[in-house]
Structures are given as structure tokens and as C-alpha cells.
């Protein structure tokens, strides 16, 4: 018994670490939200459905599935995503490089690297905080109120 729920605990754990978005380096405040068109949405959920997860050869700029194949499918096209950035130190380039991270509609998390998103993926394309700009991506600081 002790057993089992121990390896229930552990795979509970893993599976909630496997859905965070990890960014290394200096987190960029300004978040964007892309209002994606019909043909990128559908484009993101072909690459959910897929079981490939291309890791070399993606252009810069280029998102990828971030998200566990197995719990990515089965979700409608994406209409709409939040992304966010860092700027890390790449040791084997010995580089400053850019990290683009983003969680759509839908919940599921992709990644760029060294390019943000073309905008001609959007319709439109807002500043977090603006005014009829949606966010998809919430950090722990958007409830901070300072020190109290």
C-alpha cells in the first residue's frame, strides 16, 4: 500500500513539473498576446496531434510544442497565445540569447528560440495590460501587491 502511494505521489509530482514553462536567464516583464489566424491555429494543432517533436534544424523564431505529446492532442486549433522572454547566457555560443516561451487558449505551452513569433501569425498582436488584451499567461508576481 505504502508503495503504491508513494509511486502515485511521485507521478503526480513529475506530471505537474512536466506543464510548467522553464526559462532560463533574466525573465523579460512584457508579455504579448498573439490573435492567431485561423491558418497558424491550425497549423499549431497539426503539430499537437503529431508525434514528432522536432528538437534540431527549427528556424529561429519557429514555435514548438513544449507540451507532453500525450497530453496535447485532442485540443481545438489555438486562437489565441501569450508569450513572454528571457535573455540567458549560451555557453556553447558564448552568446546572450533570447528565449521566447508561450501558453495558448487551450493551456498547452510552446517555445522559440533567439526570435519572437513573426506577427504575420496574428491578426493582432497586444501588449499584456492593454486594454481588450487577453492574457493566457499568468505570473505569480500579476497578484503581488508589494510588501505588506
Avoid at 505504502?2 to 510548467?20: D, E
Avoid at 487558449?105 to 533567439?114: I, Q, T, V
Avoid at 513573426?118 to 499584456?128: F, Q, Y
Amino acid at each position: 500500500m505504502k508503495k503504491v502511494l508513494f509511486t502515485t505521489l511521485i507521478s503526480l509530482t513529475v506530471c505537474a513539473q512536466a506543464l510548467a514553462l522553464h526559462l532560463p536567464g533574466e525573465i523579460q516583464p512584457t508579455r504579448y498576446t498573439y490573435y492567431l489566424t485561423p491558418e497558424y491555429g491550425q497549423k499549431l494543432k497539426e503539430k499537437n496531434e503529431s508525434n514528432e517533436r522536432p528538437v534540431l534544424g527549427v528556424p529561429h523564431g519557429e514555435l514548438t510544442g513544449d507540451t507532453p505529446i500525450r497530453q496535447a492532442k485532442g485540443f481545438p486549433a489555438p486562437t489565441a497565445m501569450t508569450c513572454i522572454s528571457s535573455v540567458y547566457y549560451n555557453r556553447g555560443a558564448a552568446a546572450n540569447w533570447l528565449k521566447v516561451a508561450c501558453v495558448d487558449n487551450n493551456g498547452l505551452a510552446y517555445s522559440a528560440d533567439k526570435k519572437w513569433p513573426p506577427k504575420s501569425i496574428a491578426k493582432r498582436v497586444c501588449t499584456v495590460g492593454q486594454s481588450g488584451c487577453d492574457s493566457f499567461l499568468v505570473l505569480d508576481s500579476d497578484n503581488w501587491s508589494g510588501p505588506q
